[in-house]
């Protein structure tokens, strides 16, 4: 049953995402041109400078805009399916409120880690159309070719540990994030039966902000006695510690996924009253 509903929530939110992901893929290559010629700028008008200016700036925009085009199809989903008069229909189907909840999560981390990656491929294209004549050459890739011959010469194989740790982490904070949001939709409705979407922007915002004002205190007391521990130690002795700590960060929001993940099924199974 997992897979129908899958199919039926992918289905909602690539009908326009992929149009999104298009029209930005496009931006980035109308966004390479524009900032090709504003590195020429002794060589072409004036006029044609300022009109690469604005490409830019609304290429950048545009950019914006599907990333959070992205997550508002991901969320309206989420809220339409369950908290509209279509939650009358989602909640009598012949199956289980924990399959529900999956489905809208493997629905959001997969569509903004696509998105995600898209932004990416985005950015490459405007720097690889920008800076062509430099980078398809030989002595580019070359210097590339060094610089990571380098990296895997100092670091071995932590480099390989590293990325995976660093990319397990990306997906972990995209869990929180789709989890954390879901939970403040799902507590406004909850309490209120007017004004849901404000109130769970209200409750996202405040709850943000508190969190980053924690995170950004343990970043800054934190960080900065970690980096001079590192510097008393060996760099053999300091690789190893980097690895365990970025596997202390995943394992730290790991938890607090887990929290909201129980929270978020006890409230759509305990707490949610459509009447």
Request: hydrophobic share 60%; charged share 10%.
């Amino acid at each position: 049953m997992l897979k129908k509903l899958l199919k039926y929530d992918f289905k909602s939110v690539f009908k326009y995402w992929w149009i999104a992901a298009v029209i930005s893929f496009t931006l980035s290559i109308a966004g390479g041109v524009s900032l090709y010629l504003l590195l020429k700028e002794p060589e072409v008008p004036d006029a044609v400078i300022l009109l690469s200016g604005l490409g830019l700036l609304l290429v950048f925009l545009g950019f914006a805009a599907f990333i959070l085009l992205s997550a508002i199809l991901v969320f309206v989903r989420f809220y339409k399916n369950f908290f509209t008069d279509e939650g009358y229909l989602t909640f009598t189907l012949p199956v289980s409120r924990l399959h529900l909840l999956n489905s809208k999560l493997i629905m959001s981390v997969s569509t903004l880690f696509l998105t995600g990656t898209v932004c990416t491929i985005n950015i490459f294209t405007v720097m690889g159309i920008a800076f062509h004549e430099k980078i398809f050459t030989q002595e580019f890739w070359n210097a590339c070719a060094e610089f990571f011959a380098l990296l895997n010469k100092e670091l071995g194989f932590y480099t390989v540990i590293y990325i995976i740790e660093i990319l397990v982490f990306i997906i972990v904070c995209m869990i929180f994030s789709s989890l954390f949001l879901f939970c403040c939709i799902t507590f406004a409705s909850i309490i209120t039966k007017k004004a849901k979407v404000l109130v769970a922007i209200g409750i996202y915002y405040v709850s943000n902000s508190v969190f980053s004002f924690v995170l950004q205190i343990f970043v800054l007391l934190g960080l900065p006695s970690l980096i001079a521990w590192t510097d008393k130690i060996s760099e053999y002795a300091a690789y190893p510690l980097i690895a365990v700590f970025l596997l202390g960060m995943i394992f730290f929001l790991a938890i607090f996924c887990g929290i909201l993940y129980i929270l978020q099924y006890w409230m759509i199974d305990r707490k949610l009253n459509l009447n």
